[in-house]
Every structure is written in C-alpha cells, then in structure tokens.
C-alpha cells in the first residue's frame, strides 16, 4: 500500500499523569499541527507537520480540521451477548443476570440471531470511537466464531474468549468444566494470534465457577500461557458473600483466583468495587489489572470503586476503564469518563476531612479526581498499559498500529459549540485549551462528540 497521511491537531500520552501531580503537561504530547504517517496500517512517522511533512514529499494528505485527534479508545471489560439488553430496569447484578441477561445470551447460541447481535455491537463500538476492546461473550461455540470472525472481517484488535460458567445458571445455559476446556482450545488454535485477534482464557465470575472450572482456567494458562485472563472480582456485596461460601478455603475474593495461579500479568478483574487494601496490594505486585466500570457500578447500584486508592503510588495498579456494556447503559467509554469523574468526586468528599476528620487522606483524596489528562490517558496508553499491548496500540509511536479517533468539540447537545468557544474561540489550539475542551467533550458531549473513527488507517466510522 502508498504511503499515506493524517494532518491535524494531535494529543497523546508519553506517561502516566498520576505521576506528575501538578505538572500533568508532562506526560502528554500535544501537536496543534501534527502529521500522521501510514503505511499498511502502522505508524512510520509522527511529530509537527513543519518536521515531517518534508520527509514525505508527495505523500497523500488527508486533512482534519478544527477536531482534536488521539489514539483510538480501549474498552477493558464489555459484554457483546447484552447489547439488546442494555439499560434493563430495576435489578442488582445476581437476580439482573437471571432475569435479564441469561435468557438473552443464551441466544447467541443461534448462528443468524448471533450475526445480528455482533454486527450491532461492532457498530456501536466504533460509533463510540472504540478501537479496541477485551469482551466477554458467552459459554457456546457458536457466539465465539461469530466474535472472532466480525473481528477479522473489521480488522479490530479485539481480546475474547469463551466465558464459563458453571453455577448459579440455568440448566439451559451452564457450562461443564471438560466442555470449556475442550471448546476454549478449539477457539484458542483457530484465531488466538490470527490477524488482530488475541484470546482471553474467561471464567465468568467466581460465584459462577466450580473448582473444577476454575481448574480447567489453570490447565488452559499452563499449556498456553501468553494469553490473556478477564473475568470479574468485588463488584457486588451480595456476589462476594457467595464466593467467599463457595471457597471458603479463602479469605477474599482475589484468593480464589490466586489460588488456581491466574492472577498475574494479562489478568484483568473487572469492577473491584469491594477491593481491599491489601487486595490492591497484592494485584499491583503481581502485575495484574483492574478494570474501572463507573457506569455499570452506579446502573446496578454495585458501589463507588476507590479511584485514589488504586493509584496510590506506593502499590499504583494497572488500570483500564471498562463500559462494562449492558450492565452500563451506554457503549460510550466518553459516557464512563463522565460517570467515573462523578464517582471520584465523591471519594474526594469522602476522604477530604470534611465528613470524617480522623479517616483524611487527602493525597488519595486528589488522585480520585479524573482530570482530563487522567481520563484519556486511560482510555489509550494506560489501557494498553494495563493489557499487556503497549507495543501495539495505545500512542502514535512509530511502529504502532494506526488506530485513532476524531473528536468534535462543539458536537453535542445545543448550545455545546456556545459554551466550548468559551474555552476556545478561533485560532491554534494550546494544549491548556485542549485540555478544557477535552473535559467538555467527556463531561457534556458523551459519544456525540465523535466525529470519524479509523482502524489501521482507514476510515472505519464517519459520523453522519
């Protein structure tokens, strides 16, 4: 393929802003007027237009004005079987997941039912400006070909797998131990590393799974162990007492998985509202991750996850936003960041002295709230970070994978152009008006705001 170009106004993250408590400028990389050079999908050069336009003469230029441009957005924890149910009424996660969400994914178990789904997922997670996403989908063979084959077929770097579960689920839909073992390696030989598609050893949820299931997990990660772990961990009160009775050989939640060896390096758990400190501690230390779903803990009524402890710099945790869609009730990781800025300044109120004098910390007090520079940061490079996929995407370093989305300012509800030309109002663009703009967009615009999104140089969404 010819080489082509992005011409536009660029904001990336060469840190993480939680280090630089004040100085937050410093972990971001900001070009007004920047040049994107591609070529077959991956990044071969990037800086201010001025330097590298000369480098490429007569290289195709697509010009991008008056939008702000930054690495596609990552989705840590999303289920693609719940997009019909999204925003159920009226229930907390155990009795939502029996009335709601079963019933629907069981029938991802049909082929055309399962294609129709997918599409409509796919869909609406470039319309978000989601590039790349770690999904669950369900426990039959069927739902998980059709993931991965839509996947391929968009070109998306996606992470997946069969997701097990064994107990507390209707006859109809349970797993057994020997068949997710079997049909995991199956969908593991067929498409781990094929194209863009990486592969995720998924047991559902502790409350869901058996000992011998959990056992299949560790048999699974010891013959394969490059691959991905997603589940879910401490995201409701009445869940964790049902784990803790289950296994009662273990004094938390992150025990059970500890005990089967698969908390490490590529193990995401989801949620973590109920996480305690020393849980905290233990998954920095082993190079796990979290995944924030601020949407979905506030829509099921799960809990405020604490922010500030989880960035605590002693034991800083790898972190991802997840929308955590149906049980978020939007797709928009845009939306998440607006809920978890809610969530955040209420853990600031907490800790700040103001209600419990003796329980002030106000250093965990500020790293709950998500500045700008913080909320993007996870959606891209600190996303990647926590996944294991820096080298892939994430930044507009050369060598990545061109992912990227384009956010309109001034899109959103009416009078949104009105109130951001309170910020900016004509000429080039600061990085300190990027930054307020940026916070507009997340706190007013939701995915509203996103205007094109490309997969590996290619336009792969326009907003109509």
């Avoid at 991750?289 to 800083?316: I, K, Q």
């Avoid at 910390?361 to 520079?373: C, H, M, V, Y």
């Avoid at 892939?392 to 030309?421: C, M, R, Y």
């Avoid at 109002?425 to 916070?439: Q, R």
């Amino acid at each position: 393929m010819a080489e082509t170009a992005i011409r536009g106004t660029f904001l990336d993250f060469v840190d993480d802003p939680w280090k630089h408590v004040g100085r937050e400028d410093e972990s971001v990389r900001f070009h007004s007027d920047g040049l994107l050079v591609i070529d077959d999908g991956t990044i071969t050069d990037f800086g201010p237009y001025a330097e590298v336009a000369p480098r490429h003469p007569g290289v195709s230029v697509t010009e991008i004005t008056d939008r702000i441009i930054l690495p596609g957005f990552i989705d840590g924890h999303i289920h693609l079987p719940q997009t019909r149910v999204l925003g159920a009424y009226g229930e907390q996660l155990l009795p939502w997941l029996q009335k709601w969400v079963f019933p629907e994914e069981h029938k991802y178990a049909d082929r055309a039912y399962a294609e129709e789904g997918t599409k409509h997922f796919f869909d609406n997670l470039l319309a978000s400006g989601t590039t790349t996403a770690q999904t669950f989908t369900t426990g039959n063979l069927t739902c998980n070909e059709v993931f991965f084959e839509e996947a391929a077929r968009r070109n998306m770097r996606m992470i997946g797998g069969l997701t097990g579960i064994d107990r507390h689920v209707p006859d109809y839909f349970a797993n057994t131990p020997e068949q997710f073992y079997d049909d995991s390696k199956t969908l593991i030989e067929k498409h781990h590393g094929v194209g863009r598609s990486l592969y995720a050893i998924t047991p559902r949820f502790g409350f869901g799974a058996s000992n011998e299931l959990l056992a299949a997990c560790r048999r699974l990660k010891q013959e394969y162990p490059e691959l991905w772990i997603n589940t879910h961990i401490s995201e409701n009160p009445a869940e964790i007492h049902g784990v803790l009775a289950l296994h009662d050989d273990c004094h938390d939640y992150l025990g059970v998985y500890e005990k089967y060896d698969l908390v490490g390096p590529k193990f995401t758990g989801g949620h973590g509202v109920w996480l305690s400190n020393d849980e905290f501690r233990r998954i920095s230390e082993s190079g796990a991750a979290v995944s924030f779903c601020p949407s979905s803990n506030l829509y099921l009524g799960s809990g405020l996850f604490r922010l500030g402890r989880a960035t605590d710099p002693e034991h800083r945790v790898l972190l991802n936003f997840g929308t955590d869609m149906g049980g978020g009730n939007r797709f928009s990781l845009l939306n998440s960041l607006e809920d978890a800025y809610k969530v955040g300044m209420l853990n600031n109120t907490l800790l700040d002295g103001s209600v419990i004098p003796s329980e002030q910390d106000l250093a965990e007090s500020e790293r709950n709230k998500l500045s700008p520079f913080r909320a993007f940061y996870s959606l891209t490079k600190g996303a990647a970070e926590s996944l294991y996929i820096d080298h892939l995407v994430g930044s507009f370093d050369i060598g990545k994978e061109a992912d990227f989305v384009v956010l309109d300012w001034n899109a959103g509800p009416p009078a949104t152009a009105w109130h951001q030309s309170m910020l900016h109002d004509g000429g080039e663009l600061t990085l300190e008006a990027a930054s307020d703009l940026l916070f507009g967009i997340m706190m007013v615009s939701d995915e509203r705001a996103v205007d094109e999104t490309w997969v590996m140089g290619e336009r792969a969404y326009k907003k109509a």
